[in-house]
């Protein structure tokens, strides 16, 4: 692989490959037992993810007009300009700038989103990371956080199940993509029912393997009035008092989606039952007539089996037998 490539060529690169991958992934499904397909799905992830470390390198690595310039002012000489590098530079920053990433804090793994990159007085690259679901931040190397590799949209279409990021926790969720944007999707939540729009790189699909297919057990707590919340979003008395305030603001919010969803599943099971009443069909037991848009049978309608006889209808019994009349005369006892 070539280091001397520029940042919009490595991820222009990255692009291809991931497309590559989903291919190939779709090809799998049909063959699983394919060895080629295998072995080219594990060259092009080993791929994908050299090109990503090279493009945190080159966003790391001092550039060469500043070596330069260290050099020059070492030898009195002024320095020559290199503007191809600093783009590179910038290029770099700019596409860090706004991805989700891992950082490691208080010895566990956080989402968290690339605020912005900056140099510090040795030279080394420097991120600032919000975490998503918390208002703190904090500053990391570049080499120190984990990029999220965002899935090919051909593997996200409407309807796909996936995991995605949860904006008030940052935990990862299963959930169901209803649309793609230009940002990202528009998913909901399958535990919750609660709705949301993520960025590309905050989704991730299930893996057929059997780590993927443990459903991941969600503690949750039901409030008196019937609410559910996360357990995690429960106060505790060690929290201070900008950790309690958040939690309630993320409480707030988990309530109004809640409330809302169930107004939208009552309108909508009201109007599916109006519908119903509407365009229902009439009984096999309804009258018969013109008006009611059912025929009348002929009494001399042929009958399906063979014993039936033809002008016969209720309830097939034979006709009333009449005694012969005679006078009646009454005796005196």
Request: hydrophobic fraction near 30%.
């Amino acid at each position: 692989m070539d280091f001397q490539q520029s940042a919009e060529e490595l991820l222009t690169k990255l692009d291809t490959y991931r497309e590559q991958l989903a291919q190939v992934e779709e090809a799998l499904e049909q063959q699983p037992d394919e060895p080629s397909l295998v072995k080219l799905k594990n060259d092009l992830t080993e791929v994908i993810v050299l090109t990503e470390d090279l493009v945190k390198y080159q966003a790391a690595a001092p550039t060469e007009a500043e070596t330069g310039a260290e050099t020059a002012g070492r030898a009195s000489a002024p320095p020559l300009p290199q503007p191809t590098t600093r783009s590179v530079g910038k290029s770099v920053h700019t596409a860090l700038v706004g991805r989700t990433c891992e950082a490691f804090f208080e010895q566990k793994w956080y989402n968290g989103e690339i605020k912005s990159v900056r140099r510090d007085e040795r030279g080394q690259e420097r991120c600032m990371v919000e975490f998503i679901g918390f208002s703190n931040s904090r500053e990391f190397k570049v080499t120190d956080v984990r990029l999220l590799r965002p899935p090919h949209p051909a593997q996200c279409q409407p309807g796909t199940k996936c995991q995605a990021i949860f904006p008030e926790d940052g935990l990862w969720y299963d959930c169901v993509i209803t649309e793609q944007t230009e940002k990202g999707y528009k998913i909901t939540f399958m535990d919750y029912g609660s709705r949301a729009e993520v960025r590309f790189d905050q989704i991730r699909l299930q893996t057929s393997g059997k780590v993927g297919q443990q459903k991941r057990t969600i503690k949750e707590v039901t409030t008196p009035a019937g609410y559910k919340i996360p357990e995690s979003m429960q106060i505790q008395k060690t929290d201070t008092e900008d950790i309690i305030e958040a939690k309630r603001r993320k409480i707030t919010a988990i309530k109004k989606q809640q409330r809302a969803d169930k107004l939208e599943h009552e309108h909508v099971k009201q109007q599916s039952n109006w519908q119903k009443f509407f365009y229902k069909k009439a009984s096999t037991r309804s009258k018969c007539g013109f008006m009611s848009g059912k025929p009348r049978d002929s009494i001399f309608k042929v009958p399906e089996s063979l014993e039936g006889r033809v002008g016969f209808m209720n309830s097939g019994q034979e006709m009333t037998k009449f005694h012969e009349a005679r006078k009646f005369t009454y005796q005196y006892v």
